[in-house]
């Protein structure tokens, strides 16, 4: 049985980290050694971030990691931060986008919110219509196939109530051997009195 972690990012040596607050907030660092369970010891010597201690409420943890082993030196920091190529992966991210447009909007007058909003109405009016164009066709061809089928049905229905009837009569015919001997005679009786007649 395999065991899933709930938490997948976990404060571990090597540990790219998005810091949130301070002097040096959206830059990234990595985590080069745990001081204790409030904070732990960060360096970013591509992002300009002095090796310090720091709050882990006051950083977020990446996806990211790099191989580094505990209390590295910078320089060695550096290369194994090169290697990984952090800058590059996190400026791909979904993460870094949503930064973005965060700081597009922060920088957004009055009436460029105005005209983002009335740019959304058009759109999500056309999702609409075209969503109600959808819905009205699968109707249409719902009521087309629902027409359709009884007539099917009534065939079905027709031939399976004629098979029940035939069953039926057979099986009086089987279950009932006096009323076949009535049936008998009586038919010889007919004969006899058709020979007779033209005789």
Do not use: H
Request: hydrophobic share 30%; with cysteine.
């Amino acid at each position: 049985m395999k065991f899933n972690p709930t938490f997948r990012k976990r404060v571990e040596i090597g540990r790219v980290v998005y810091i949130n607050e301070g002097p040096y907030k959206g830059k990234l660092a990595a985590i080069v050694d745990v001081i204790d369970t409030n904070r732990a010891l960060i360096d970013g010597p591509c992002t300009n971030v002095p090796r310090q201690g720091f709050k882990y409420s006051e950083m977020f943890l990446t996806k990211y990691t790099i191989k580094i082993n505990r209390s590295q030196k910078t320089k060695y920091v550096r290369l194994a931060w090169e290697a990984a190529n952090v800058d590059q992966q996190f400026a791909e991210s979904e993460w870094n986008r949503n930064l973005n447009k965060d700081v597009l909007r922060s920088k957004m007058t009055d009436f460029d919110r105005y005209k983002l909003g009335r740019a959304k109405q058009s759109r999500n009016k056309i999702i609409k219509d075209a969503y109600f164009r959808i819905k009205k066709q699968d109707r249409k061809e719902r009521r087309q196939g629902i027409a359709k089928k009884p007539k099917a049905k009534g065939k079905s229905k027709s031939k399976k109530g004629a098979a029940k009837k035939t069953s039926v009569k057979k099986g009086v015919a089987k279950e009932d051997p006096v009323k076949e001997d009535k049936v008998k005679k009586v038919r010889a009786k007919k004969d006899k009195a058709q020979k007779e007649k033209a005789k």
